[in-house]
């Protein structure tokens, strides 16, 4: 593990919730923070534009509210994904809001670029970039990130194919700063096997769906409860760059998950209304939903993996 810059040292567990399109909120991230992990969610899921900046007035404000009556236990902080895609038209108005609000996480996703980078570090925030593979690491580094989410296979939405183990031992050859993994990650004893592999923190996003500050559909919480690996489809039909759905959902929208075609990479769209309805009608899932078995708070599931991660030290301590 790596030596962290001091803002991602303001947690109690090695959790960063990540962000996820349309269903994250105020409501989740600050459930996440005050529980003790990095809650996350993405500047587009505020619709219109203007309401970004009524959001994070409304994290900002509960986070130091938190802090002053729970000085025992302050939150942790919480970060704003943005998509650097040439498709996010919103991307300058984004950052201008998050400048205003000193936002100290910035998570880049879909193109490292050196002057969001910049801009991140000019109001004293720290960048974290997702990526699926090594050289993808690489180039975000070079361009001026602090740190890498590596997406590895397994992982819910926009998806790598690469293993774990692979991604993170490449990647740790030659760079000793902050790692997230993430990738079917939703108990806490795999939470240990990313620290293990050599991760800063596990990236978990799925098991955030079912709860009940998620702005998800009842029914889409009820099938990641329902669900297994067994019912994850990977495909890039609906984005244009692959990733892993709810076969159920595929099914509802009328189409045969086990025959999809193909999409051209040219019709990537992240940051649209068709993007939107997509990510509505289509749902995104990780493989470790079978590890998911109730819809309960936010807080409750953070309590749970805290408890599975201390018992999963105990076995292997108890081994050595």
């Known amino acids: 593990m790596s030596q962290l810059p001091p803002v991602l040292q303001r947690q109690t567990f090695p959790v960063i919730g990540s962000p996820l399109f349309i269903i994250s909120n105020p409501k989740l991230v600050i ?23 009524e959001w994070l007035a409304e994290i900002t404000e509960a986070l130091a509210a938190w802090d002053k009556t729970h000085p025992e236990q302050p939150a942790a902080p919480y970060a704003i994904n ?13 950052m201008a809001v998050c400048a205003k609000y000193k936002v100290p996480v910035v998570i880049t996703s879909l193109g490292a670029r050196e002057d969001v980078n910049a801009a991140v570090h000019g109001w004293g925030g720290v960048v974290l970039h997702d990526i699926i593979n090594n050289r993808f690491a690489r180039k975000a580094v070079e361009k001026g990130a602090d740190g890498l989410i590596a997406v590895a296979a397994g992982a819910g939405g926009h998806a790598g194919t690469r293993s774990p183990f692979a991604l993170v031992q490449e990647i740790r050859e030659w760079f000793d700063g902050p790692i997230a993994l993430s990738g079917a990650i939703a108990n806490g004893g795999a939470i240990l096997a990313a620290q293990a592999m050599g991760a800063d923190f596990a990236y978990i ?5 079912a709860t009940e500050e998620a702005r998800a559909v009842e029914s889409y919480k009820q099938a990641i409860v329902a669900g297994t690996s067994d019912d994850i489809v990977y495909s ?6 692959h990733g892993n759905y709810l076969a159920p959902s595929i099914r509802a929208a009328g189409l045969d998950p086990e025959n999809l075609p193909v999409s051209d990479p040219s019709t990537m769209n992240f ?6 309805k997509a990510w509505k009608d289509i ?15 936010a807080a409750a599931l953070i309590g749970r993996l805290r408890a599975e991660y201390e018992a999963a030290r105990r076995r292997l301590l108890a081994r050595a």
């Open 82 to 94: 943005q998509i650097v895609h040439k498709s996010n038209d919103r991307l300058e108005h984004d």
């Open 283 to 297: 749902w995104g899932s990780g493989q470790g939903i079978g590890a998911v078995k109730a819809i309960e708070p």
């Open 31 to 53: 459930a996440q923070c005050t529980a003790g992990v990095i809650g996350a969610m993405p500047a587009l899921n505020a619709r219109p534009a203007e309401q970004l900046d």
């Open 236 to 241: 890039n039909l609906f984005t244009g760059v």
């Open 271 to 276: 940051g649209g209304g068709a993007a939107a």
């Open 205 to 209: 996003g799925t098991a955030f769906i």
